[in-house]
């Protein structure tokens, strides 16, 4: 998954397209545009990014390997009302309105003006950037709750008292993204790629982290639940 460094505030787009090529004239001519972007290159990827990172509006193809985008955009609208553009090679009346009718808020056909895409992205934000955005739910994984609007960490007790984790930002990320996926497991560079983007680091490096994660969840009484697959990566790994 590939992002810019555009502004903190601007609007960030996520682009799901399986054609490395589209992808990267989309995510030039938005970031051109002083936009932010990630992509994504098929349907399971497409939400998982969807719920890691919230993003402001997703531009996204119908067809795709894994998951199609009609399925991408049931699973977003069930998440809540981010505005949705559908991208298609196929001008089908058919597929036009499933999506509408779905709650797409805009569609394009390939071949397309990339400009002209950037210009629709622009005026469904302003469309709809008055909309009430709703608040991600908690995660809540055995007795650790992740609260990623919040920002916060807890473990709730056998009395049902949180106790705070001090997490480090990279820390967060990290717990955050294996606790969206219980049993998942993920590999090293998946966990860079998503959780430290804007680093050079090397794979090792996750593992520095990963030990001090484990010692504070430790120390807060969940022993165990990150989980070193040999070779691959981590997952966490509940009891239950």
């Known amino acids: 998954m590939n992002m ?3 502004s903190p505030a601007a609007p960030q787009i996520l682009v799901v397209e399986d054609e490395p090529g589209i992808a990267t004239i989309l995510h030039a001519y938005l970031e051109r545009d002083g936009l932010r972007t990630l992509t994504a290159h098929d349907g399971p990827e497409a939400v998982q990014a969807f719920r890691q990172f919230h993003p402001d509006l997703v531009l996204l193809d119908i067809h795709l390997p894994g ?3 009609i399925d991408v955009l049931r699973a977003i609208r069930d998440q809540g009302q981010t505005p949705v553009i559908m991208v298609t090679a196929m001008a089908d009346d058919v597929d036009k309105l499933v999506a509408l009718r779905l709650g797409a808020d805009d569609y394009v056909v390939k071949p397309f003006n990339p400009a002209e895409v950037v210009a629709r ?3 469904v934000l302003r469309r709809t950037q008055a909309r009430p955005m709703p608040m991600a739910a908690p995660i809540r994984v055995g007795a650790l709750e992740i609260d990623s609007e919040a920002h916060s960490a807890v473990v709730y007790d056998a009395e049902g008292q ?8 990279t820390e967060f990320r990290l717990l955050a993204l ?3 996926q219980p049993r998942r497991c993920f590999s090293r560079l998946h966990l860079i790629e998503h959780c430290l983007p804007e680093s050079d ?5 996750i593992d520095s982290h990963l030990s001090k994660l484990r010692r504070k969840l430790q120390l807060a ?3 165990n639940l990150i989980d070193t697959v040999r070779g691959i990566g981590y997952r966490l790994w509940p009891d239950g």
């Open 4 to 6: 810019n460094h555009a």
């Open 178 to 180: 294996l606790a969206s």
């Open 162 to 169: 949180a106790q705070p984790l001090p997490l480090t930002l």
């Open 221 to 223: 009484g969940q022993e």
């Open 121 to 123: 992205v622009r005026a």
């Open 201 to 205: 680091a090397l794979e090792r490096v």
């Open 67 to 69: 998951m199609d985008g």
